[in-house]
């Protein structure tokens, strides 16, 4: 029997399940959107916290860079008068101090990158600690004799031991901020394809134009690498290390060198008398000396460390995104600090992939001493810190740069996966064809060994290659692109 009551009393009560559990739902959503608010904001928080870390670290290494570069020009001009009073002790001690202040200065540039990024809430980073101490052990071993000397002289006696303990000590406190654009004196050098992030890119993004602009054969009729390749064996021999120059500390260089020169074969006394002038040290009749013929150890600005920071022009061939040319005074490369760091923020909501609800932050920065010198006070001209040649105290000011313009801004020295892959996985794949499963280079690399991969670039490129330009017109060498992006 049916009565209507009945059946409306059925209906409201199933209406009422249905309003709870549309309730439940809605509340459900809610929560969820209350606690991914929560997660927003903590990984913006987090982005901001690593951003000002990144950014204070840079600078605080930048900072001591631009004051060692002062100091050492600054006992240039010592030197020169020490000389000109026949203090000869003087003269050997200040020399013997702008070697020790090449490395110690970079040293203590590292040492204020970690204060200031402490000071921001960024904490030490396990694998960086981790990478700086096994660095200070091989550090340690550069004075292995090997035929013909050592593994690498020393720029001043005991320069290795006293060097090595100095990142020891710091590794013992955690690195937060880590040097980015270290060059290791037992790095290799990055010409061999297999230590080109390039091609790692263009593996994982298909980029076949890379591979039509990088033959290997050639190119005509279409013959690249995708054509050539054999297996393991075919890659070559991975390159031996090749140290820029062992005056420099490996981490925030100042890209110095110093020259046994007499002054009158170096220069006019101008430069002198500029930096005299912005010293107020008075070197007047310094000319009319006997010290002119003498030869003696000065330091300089490393010719190919100071150049023209042409990826700063706005219409040269990297085309930088910038409003207007850099000011004359200020067109150069040379010291500058690349810092990464990590910051982890911990989510309230679960996302796919990472079970642990922790979010990695990386955030990368570059900072760069600037300065000028003052030729005279009536023109106001302004020359740049090394017109002379010879270092002297010029360095006014440290900003912020863009990372991609930072000297070794691409090398990544500290971007472990990368470092790990070059230090560690190349060497045994070049030698046995091994690869690292866990690796996402070697995967990429596996990736390039299977046949089907490099027939469709083949097949591509036999139609398209006629796409593939080079930028700028011209060059195309390697290293294009770049491993950054924040
Ligand atoms: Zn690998």
């Known amino acids: 029997m049916r009565s209507a009551p009945q059946s409306s009393a059925r209906h409201r009560a199933q209406r009422g399940g249905q309003t709870i559990v549309f309730l439940l739902m809605a509340l459900t959503v809610l929560v969820f959107i209350f606690l991914w608010n929560v997660d927003l904001h903590r990984i913006v928080a987090g982005k901001s916290l690593s951003q000002n870390a990144g950014d204070a670290a840079a600078l605080a290494a930048a900072r001591w860079q631009g004051t060692t570069l002062n100091l050492i020009g600054e006992l240039n001009l010592m030197h020169a008068l020490a000389l ?12 013997n101090l702008q070697a020790r202040l090449s490395f110690t200065g970079p040293m203590t540039a590292l040492v204020a990158a970690q204060v200031a990024a402490k000071n921001n809430r960024i904490y030490t980073d396990a694998d960086f600690t981790a990478l700086m101490r096994r660095h200070a052990d091989d550090v340690s071993r550069y004075d292995t004799p090997v035929a013909g000397g050592v593994l690498f002289p020393e720029p001043y006696a005991g320069a290795w031991d006293a060097y090595a303990r100095m990142l020891a000590d710091i590794a013992a406190d955690g690195i937060a901020a880590a040097p980015d654009n270290a060059r290791f004196y037992n790095d290799a050098p990055g010409n061999h394809i297999l230590r080109d992030p390039a091609f790692y890119d263009a593996v994982a993004g298909r980029i076949w134009c890379w591979f039509y602009l990088h033959p290997t054969a050639s190119r005509n009729p279409v013959r690249t690498m995708l054509d050539d390749f054999t297996d393991h064996s075919w890659w070559g021999p991975l390159p031996q290390p090749d140290p820029p120059s062992f005056e420099n500390a490996e981490i925030f260089g100042l890209g110095l060198v110093s020259h046994p020169v007499s002054l009158e074969r170096l220069m006019t006394p101008e430069a002198f008398q500029v930096g005299a002038a912005q010293q107020a040290i008075d070197l007047t009749g310094f000319v009319q000396t006997n010290v002119m013929p003498v030869v003696e150890r000065w330091y300089f600005y490393h010719p190919t460390a100071w150049q023209a920071w042409t990826i700063m022009n706005p219409d040269g061939p990297d085309a930088f995104p910038i409003a207007g040319p850099v000011k004359p005074e200020y067109d150069y490369t040379g010291a500058d600090a690349v810092i990464r760091l990590h910051a982890q923020v911990t989510r309230l909501t679960p996302s796919a992939g990472t079970p642990d609800r922790h979010d990695d932050l990386l955030w990368t920065a570059a900072a760069k001493p600037f300065g000028y010198l003052e030729t005279d006070d009536s023109t106001g001209l302004k ?10 105290p010029a360095f006014r000011e440290i900003r912020l740069i863009p990372v991609d313009a930072a000297s070794g801004g691409a090398t990544g020295s500290f971007d472990i996966h990368w470092r790990r892959h070059l230090d560690e996985h190349l060497p045994l794949y070049v030698a046995t064809g091994r690869l690292d499963d ?39 060498g390697r290293g294009g692109g770049t491993r950054r992006g924040h």
């Open 84 to 95: 000109s009073a026949g203090d000869t002790d003087a003269v050997d001690a200040v020399t």
């Open 383 to 392: 020359l740049r810190p090394d017109a002379f040649g010879l270092v002297l």
């Open 438 to 476: 866990d690796c996402r280079y070697c995967r990429r690399i596996a990736t390039f060994q299977d046949a089907a991969f490099r027939q469709q670039g083949r097949d591509w490129l036999l139609h398209n290659h006629g796409l593939c330009t080079l930028p700028g017109g011209g060059g195309g």
